[in-house]
């Protein structure tokens, strides 16, 4: 079974700090990406990353950034945190290329005072 | 442009009733399409995709490319399948593209 663990469940940070949200799979995916989970607005895609030390701008980048230094591990990077991050945030994995089923993470509940 | 669309926020049905849960989408070319389920306190996960033709715990879903759809059926609703229902559609680069899901409620 693929694995993608998310290490925080909840989260609560204060407005301005810089957090870090990471996210590791133990299914050599060559693909890894970050969503925000919102009530009516679906997922969303912040980031995503075809191999290690690659980036790519989704959907709604700003406000964010991402690291990965290892092929495993895939890290989103909030770097003065707003009440508008307040969100629940996936990760995923796939197998790439042309591997489009992801497998996700249980999430981080993110609340920004 | 590339886009998913569930137009039903909430759609809410008594057990053993008929469920159908609607997407539609806009793509140009040969989409793969998917539908994801999360459970209460659950991961997303995948349920079932379109090109395996499979009904996976009574569900199906069925292709249409005429009318560009990618509808959720099932013909006897469980008060187990009380979830969120994600349709998305297989982009560019990997990627997918996610409608703004569907909450099924389920009532005994």
């Known amino acids: 079974d693929v694995k993608v663990t998310q290490s925080s469940r909840y989260l609560v940070k204060r407005t301005g700090e810089k957090v870090f949200l990471e996210c590791v799979q133990d299914?050599?995916?060559?693909?890894m990406f970050w969503y925000r989970q919102d009530p009516g607005l679906g997922l969303r895609l912040i980031y995503f990353?075809?191999?290690?030390?690659?980036?790519e701008k989704g959907d709604i980048p700003e406000g964010y950034s991402v690291s990965r230094e290892k092929k495993e591990r895939f890290s989103l990077i909030l770097e003065s945190a707003s009440t508008n991050q307040t969100s629940m945030y996936l990760c995923?994995?796939?197998?790439?290329?042309?591997?489009?089923?992801?497998?996700f993470g249980a999430g981080t509940r993110l609340s920004v005072l | 442009a590339q886009r998913v669309t569930q137009p039903e926020k909430l759609l809410s049905v008594f057990k053993g009733a008929p469920v159908e849960l609607k997407c539609n989408y806009s793509?140009?070319?040969?989409?793969?399409l998917f539908w994801y389920v999360q459970y209460s306190r659950q991961r997303l996960q995948l349920l079932l995709r379109?090109?395996s033709r499979e009904s996976i715990k009574g569900f199906t879903a069925d292709l249409n490319k005429g009318e560009t759809s990618f509808h959720l059926k099932k013909p006897f609703a469980q008060e187990e399948d009380s979830a969120m229902y994600y349709c998305?559609?297989?982009?560019?680069?990997?990627?997918?593209?996610f409608g703004t899901g569907t909450r099924l409620q389920v009532f005994p």
């Open positions: 793509y140009s070319g040969s989409p793969e």
């Open positions: 379109h090109i």
């Open positions: 995923a994995s796939s197998p790439g290329p042309g591997g489009y089923i992801q497998y």
């Open positions: 299914m050599d995916h060559e693909n």
């Open positions: 990353s075809y191999d290690v030390k690659m980036k």
């Open positions: 998305a559609l297989s982009g560019v680069a990997d990627k997918l593209i």
